[in-house]
């Protein structure tokens, strides 16, 4: 994923602070270490694609607005969740979002489909 590897790190820099995650909590919840946390961020360091969904997951955005090249913001909210919580209930609130998430693109096959 060679794109705008700056541009994927400002983006998911700002997200990781509107939710009110640190570094640390992020590193752990995707299983990296905090320095490769720091690279993505400042664009030093290409992410996979995998790790982008689950950081996408987690911080409440789709997968594209961190990969769209324009300045347009996508009007997705980040609720800010890490406060008070523990890594346990931080992975089920990564869960439920990939499960609304998935949910929401289950709903757009089956509109696809009826049409």
Do not use: H
């Not at 409440?60 to 996508?74: I, P, R």
């Not at 909210?77 to 998935?102: K, P």
Request: with cysteine.
């Amino acid at each position: 994923m060679s794109g705008n590897i700056d541009s994927i790190g400002i983006r998911l820099k700002d997200a990781r602070e509107r939710t009110g995650f640190t570094q640390d909590q992020v590193a752990r919840l995707i299983g990296v270490k905090r320095w490769e946390m720091t690279c993505y961020e400042a664009g030093d360091r290409e992410i996979s694609l995998g790790k982008l969904e689950r950081l996408a997951t987690l911080y409440g955005y789709s997968v594209d607005y961190f990969l769209k090249t324009d300045g347009v913001d996508s009007g997705e909210i980040a609720i800010s969740l890490a406060n008070d919580l523990s890594d346990e209930e931080l992975e089920i609130v990564v869960w439920a979002r990939g499960l609304v998430s998935d949910m929401a693109a289950l709903d757009d096959v089956l509109k696809e489909r009826g049409n």
